[in-house]
């Protein structure tokens, strides 16, 4: 049967497997966009810039900041971008927060949208700017070099860590959010900031440091992704339109429906090379307006 | 009353503020050469910023006057959009009275371009643009076609490839003109070498990940994974080929475009070994290395990509045809162009009537990393593919300029 | 004839348009820069009427004016049509496609509208690259300018020029029909307060439908005069980064304004031309102007100088 699809099984299991993989990496990436959304109602499109800035970080600590201190062999290796990359560009996104995105709350959210998609386009003209079209090479590190054979499959090393940490971080968020007490206080903060606030807890902060948090995890994803795409300025923006539609798919206010659906996308994506690889860019947004017609909250979201 | 007196003149003044002032200088006393290519966009590497340089180097070098007239060089970003190099080439003829165009790199571009000098009779030199459609099935009688095309890097990289034992090819393919050209172009050589085409695959342009792509080249087991795409494309490829562990004794990975500059973006490590065809390379000849000198001084020690030495060799055959033809009448200068045999040190050959500069085509290898003396020493020249061979023959052509 | 006192707005409107008349005696404007104006100017305005009347916002708004510009560019170049008739062809086949996107999307609401209209903009982008008759990368070139009504040769810049700027008046002129018609009327009261709206018993889908359709339809009314203008249609006229650009005209001229997205068209416009020399400036600056746009002037430009005026604008 399957030789009348053209595609052997083993074939067709390595693409599944190679789907899988990138679909932990969509989840990772649409979960810092569900995070803030569901908590923040703001619609992050700086999302793409923050990924890339995480790359850009890591590539910049393993290259360029040992020439800055006058130690050229000094290097900030990959597990070190993993930390430091993310708490950068998680402060940077709390500076933007207090002084822009703070005053946009009581406006409707299309002026957070706005606001995000134009930082986003200065945040990548100033990279491109410096940085040129083309992009830098950042290597894969050391110690996750090299693969194994799965009969004809090759699976690098690094993409099954990539997969184990994104499914990791997903899984600890979603816990910390939905089961801890501290990320009840942060779903109850956006459903009755006032109250919550009456009861002297500080509102104003969760929000901050929740957005500052979703920002770090689009930089951690960014690292991540370094050694696998090229690190570009533009590497976001490819990215972040996909992103959203997975966010939207999954219904916006959901955390587990953001994980979800970014492995499935992973998976529909792989399948989609296989049989019609032209189609592959479009493939979620036919899922996304089919999902949107039957469920028009998306697949875990809630309506309000 | 007021109001509306306040406000109309509020709006007239915003409508004057809005308006760009462009003081239309209308000189004919001063020859214009536009270089329109891709400055910021996707392909600013090949071209860019250092295709304006060539210009200027040609400008300055030619004496910085021809026939008395002064040689003005200016430039227009197209991003490598079609709408945009239509819009600025008009923009260039219409209103900057600009004498000839040179550059493009993405075939749109370079097609859109062409169209517009044509119907402003003016002549368009391409430089870093691929397809052998710009000088087969749309040609034009104002078209010169400078550095390489689809057709050379079949004939260059495809047969090399196929001559050295490697008779099965996969194709990753991008799923656009050029990409298509380049695939049957290159099929044409493998086939009628004796080779055997497997499958092949299209991909959308700027494709992020080729892990997928890469897998299905790796499970038709061909020897040879040809890469009919550019750019970012190709570099996405070659890094995710190599992660996939492809490259390795019983499969290669063969980018059937690459340019220097898509080089150094990966490094020698991912790259070196790899075979590609160019229509120029600095560190080949003399003349090569002393120009390559030249113009690294003036553009931060990076040395001249074959487009922007095109540029540079272009411009300069362009003076020198308006000299020789005492006129910058388009009709007369591309007569004269035509007619002598070019040899300037770097590039040495002839125009045809079809617009395709005949020349030498150059298989080069990636050097090794402990091999480069420098980030410029890349590769080095294993082949010279003669100009007749690398050219479509003119009894094949289904240029309108030929085929009557 | 009814006699009526002009408003403040109608005697700008003529001052402007009486402006713009002058524009091909004199040296300092290009007359293409202004056509394209005009282009983009309409297609602004109508992604304003959807979101200033009917509070709609739609990222794929370039669906139709790609689809306009297909469509005139092809009828034009390959059946030879006359510039009006291959405008008509155009227009009809955006409001078509209008109507059929509206229909899918307006059952939705705020961003998960806005997201569905960018989904079905991918869409119809993908086909553009697979369809043959659209030529893919290198789109649509080389389109004749035509003759008007197969009299008036629009070859000439002059011609092109006036041509276009009766299209642009005309279609500023419908464009203040509608919203001072009935029905633009109900469109406002169901942005101010749909659930009141419909507690007047009014459709409100149905409504928006229109709105849409007719939206759909002006976009693609610009982007057929610009396949004529520019005689090119390509890809990037179906793609998102141009539905994000005409959100920006629209926002910094001001959202609800009649001139607003000709000022935001203008400014854009110049601006990129300006800068399209300077690598990421571009990019850059328009940012900037978003965000300045959105954190501090909100009216936008035109919205701004019509709020301290009090007048409409």
């Not at chain 3, 500023?172 to 307060?193: A, Y």
Request: glycine fraction near 10%.
């Amino acid at each position: 049967m399957f030789e009348l699809l053209g595609i052997t099984p083993q074939a067709l299991v390595s693409q599944l497997l190679i789907g899988l993989i990138n679909g932990s990496f969509y989840a990772l990436l649409s979960l810092g966009l569900a995070v803030i959304f569901g908590l923040l109602n703001v619609i992050n499109f700086t999302h793409g810039a923050q990924y890339m800035l995480g790359a850009m970080v890591a590539w910049i600590g393993l290259t360029q900041v040992g020439h800055w201190i006058g130690m050229p062999e000094f290097q900030l290796n990959y597990f070190v971008a993993l930390f430091l990359a993310p708490l950068i560009v998680g402060l940077f996104s709390i500076v933007i927060e207090k002084t822009m995105l703070k005053r946009l709350y009581h406006l409707d959210h299309l002026y957070g949208l706005l606001l995000t998609f134009g930082l986003a386009l200065v945040i990548e003209g100033m990279f491109r700017h410096w940085f040129g079209a083309l992009g830098n090479s950042y290597p894969v590190p050391e110690l996750l070099q090299g693969g194994f054979r799965v009969g004809e499959l090759f699976l690098p090393y690094y993409r099954l860590w990539v997969v184990f940490l994104a499914l990791l971080v997903c899984f600890a968020t979603w816990f910390f959010i939905e089961r801890t007490s501290l990320g009840s206080l942060l779903r109850a903060g956006t459903e009755n900031p006032r109250l919550l606030q009456a009861l002297g807890v500080n509102v104003p902060l969760i929000v901050t440091l929740t957005y500052g948090a979703g920002c770090a995890l689009a930089a951690f994803a960014g690292v991540m992704a370094a050694p696998i795409y090229q690190v570009t300025a533009v590497m976001g923006s490819n990215l972040i339109i996909v992103v959203f539609a997975v966010v939207v798919i999954g219904g916006m206010g959901s955390i587990a429906g953001a994980i979800v659906t970014g492995l499935g996308l992973g998976v529909v994506e792989g399948l989609t090379k296989v049989f019609y690889p032209q189609a592959s860019s479009v493939s979620i947004f036919v899922i996304m307006i089919i999902v949107l017609l039957i469920k028009p909250a998306g697949l875990f979201g809630r309506s309000n | 009353m007021k109001k509306t007196a306040i406000a109309t003149l509020a709006a007239s003044c915003f409508l004057a503020a809005a308006m760009p002032v462009h003081a239309q200088t209308v000189s004919d006393n001063e020859v214009r050469i536009g270089v329109l290519t891709d400055l910021s966009g996707i392909y600013s590497a090949i071209e860019g910023p250092g295709a304006v340089l060539a210009a200027q180097m040609a400008a300055r070098d030619f004496g910085g006057q021809v026939l008395g007239k002064k040689i003005v060089i200016t430039s227009a970003d197209t991003q490598s959009k079609a709408d945009l190099a239509s819009s600025k080439a008009r923009e260039m003829f219409e209103r900057d009275k600009v004498d000839m165009i040179v550059g493009n790199v993405s075939t749109a571009s370079a097609l859109a371009a062409m169209e517009v000098a044509e119907q402003f009779k003016k002549v368009s030199i391409v430089t870093g643009a691929a397809s052998l459609q710009i000088t087969n099935e749309k040609c034009t009688p104002y078209n010169v076609h400078y550095v390489y095309d689809t057709y050379a890097l079949s004939r260059g990289t495809g047969k090399a490839v196929v001559d050295s034992g490697k008779k099965t090819w996969f194709f990753v393919t991008a799923d656009y003109a050029f990409g298509h050209t380049l695939e049957r172009d290159t099929t044409e050589v493998v086939v009628a070498n004796g080779g055997k085409v497997l499958g092949s695959v299209k991909h959308p342009i700027n494709t992020q990940d080729f892990s997928s792509f890469m897998a299905q080249a790796q499970a038709s087991k061909a020897e040879i994974i040809g890469l009919a795409n550019a750019g970012g494309d190709t570099i996405g490829s070659v890094k995710q080929a190599a992660e996939l562990g492809i490259m390795n004794s019983k499969q290669t990975v063969v980018p059937l475009l690459m340019f220097t500059s898509d080089i150094q973006a990966l490094g020698l490590k991912q790259t070196s070994g790899m075979t590609f065809t160019e229509g120029w390379y600095w560190d080949h000849s003399d003349a090569n290395r002393k120009f390559a000198e030249r113009f690294m001084k003036e553009f931060k020690g990076k040395a001249p990509t074959s487009p922007q030495a095109g540029v540079y060799s272009a411009t300069l055959q362009y003076l020198k045809a308006i000299d020789a033809a005492k006129t910058d009448n388009s009709d007369a200068v591309m007569k004269q162009m035509k007619a002598v045999e070019i040899n300037d040190g770097l590039f040495r050959g002839k125009i045809r009537a079809d617009g395709k500069f005949e020349h030498d085509m150059f298989l080069l290898e990636v050097k090794k990393p402990n091999e480069s003396k420098n980030p410029n020493d890349v590769a080095k020249v294993i082949k010279v593919i003669a100009a007749k061979d690398a050219t479509l023959p003119l009894a094949q052509s289904k240029c309108k300029l030929v085929t009557n | 004839m009814m006699k009526r006192n002009l408003s403040p707005l109608d005697k700008i409107s003529i001052v402007i348009i009486a402006l713009l008349a002058l524009v091909p005696f004199q040296g300092f404007v290009y007359d293409l820069f202004m056509m394209k104006v005009f282009c983009f100017a309409i297609f602004a305005a109508s992604l304003n009427l959807l979101l200033g009347f009917a509070g709609l916002l739609s990222f794929g708004h370039a669906a139709f004016f790609g689809m306009g510009a297909y469509i005139s560019a092809y009828v034009m170049k390959e059946w030879g049509l006359t510039p009006e008739l291959g405008l008509l062809c155009g227009v009809l086949c955006a409001t078509v496609l209008g109507y059929v996107f509206g229909a899918l999307a307006i059952r939705r609401q705020g961003i998960y509208f806005a997201m569905i209209t960018l989904a079905l903009a991918q869409v119809i982008y993908f086909l553009a690259t697979q369809v043959p008759f659209t030529n893919g990368e290198d789109g649509i070139q080389g389109v004749p300018r035509g003759q008007f009504l197969g009299l008036i040769d629009l070859s000439t810049s002059t011609h092109m020029y006036y041509f276009a700027l009766v299209v642009f008046a005309l279609a500023f002129l419908m464009i203040k029909r509608i919203v001072s018609s009935p029905f633009g009327q109900v469109m406002k009261s169901i942005r101010e307060n749909e659930p009141r709206a419909i507690s007047l018993g009014y459709d409100v889908n149905r409504y928006k439908l229109i709105a849409f359709t007719l939206s759909a339809g002006l976009a693609g009314l610009g982007g057929a005069l610009k396949s004529l203008v520019l005689q090119l249609a390509s890809l990037s006229d179906v793609f998102w980064h141009t539905s994000g650009e005409a959100v920006l005209m629209t926002i910094l001229g001001g959202i609800g304004t009649l001139w607003g997205p000709v000022a935001g068209a203008a400014i854009i416009i110049n601006l990129q031309n300006y800068l399209a020399n300077l690598g990421g400036w571009s990019t850059i600056a328009t940012g900037a102007i978003f965000v300045v746009c959105v954190m501090a002037f909100r009216r936008g430009i035109i919205g701004e100088i019509a709020y301290r005026l009090k007048i409409k604008l």
